[in-house]
Nanobody, 123 residues
Framework: QVQLAESGGGLVQAGASLTLSCAAS????????MGWFRQAPGKEREFVAAKQWSGQYPTYLSESAKGRFSVSRDIGKNTVYLQMNSLKPEDTAIYYC???????????????WGQGTQVTVSS
């Protein structure tokens, strides 16, 4: 079983960059496909990005994330990162990382979730 903890959220202006971290404990991140989701007030949880490092899988990005967001990892720190560039006000949400044995865009596929970190982008 893996425990996940996000950090790095904050208040930024439109056009800025922000990197979110997802620190894992209990199991190594290489055992899982790692996903990033977000949820804005009054909206359903939305897929942002996913990455599976076993095998030659490309990063799976939502349409809104393509060209702006990327996923990376630090194996030594057992941490996954979501690099977000050119942020827009519509990116404002609570961002969650999640772990699954299968890379997918569906939240129900993921078994383990962090507590979330707030990202607010002002115009």
């Amino acid at each position: 079983q893996v425990q996940l903890a996000e950090s790095g959220g904050g208040l930024v202006q439109a056009g800025a960059s922000l990197t979110l971290s997802c620190a894992a404990s209990g199991r190594t991140i290489t055992d899982y496909a790692m996903g990033w989701f977000r949820q804005a007030p009054g909206k359903e949880r939305e897929f942002v990005a996913a990455k599976q490092w076993s095998g030659q899988y490309p990063t799976y990005l939502s349409e809104s994330a393509k060209g702006r967001f990327s996923v990376s990892r630090d194996i030594g720190k057992n941490t996954v990162y979501l690099q977000m560039n050119s942020l827009k006000p519509e990116d404002t949400a609570i961002y969650y990382c999640a772990a699954s044995t299968v890379m997918a865009a569906t939240p129900s596929t993921y078994d383990y979730w962090g507590q979330g970190t707030q990202v607010t982008v002002s115009s």
